[in-house]
């Protein structure tokens, strides 16, 4: 069975160069191999907007021999 982790990150947006911050993020994020499935916009979020993360978790070791 599959298994995920999650993360919820904030992003505010009071400065001019905060998009450009998120998508750096955003890009190293995708790199450490989260997936970005959900962004809560700043209207309903109101310290800025939350993006909601995914990855995929690696199978438990099982302690077995692998025979």
């Known amino acids: ?6 993360q ?3 992003y ?3 400065q001019k160069a905060s998009l450009a911050q998120m998508q750096d993020d955003l890009n190293l994020r995708g790199e450490q191999g989260w997936e ?3 962004v ?6 109101h310290t800025g907007h ?8 690696a199978a438990p070791d ?3 021999s692998g025979l």
């Open 1 to 6: 069975m599959t298994r995920f982790e999650y």
């Open 8 to 10: 919820i990150q904030s």
């Open 12 to 14: 505010p947006l009071n």
């Open 36 to 38: 970005l499935v959900s």
């Open 40 to 45: 809560i916009p700043a209207t309903f979020a």
């Open 50 to 57: 939350t993006a909601l993360f995914k990855r995929v978790l």
């Open 62 to 64: 099982d302690g077995g």
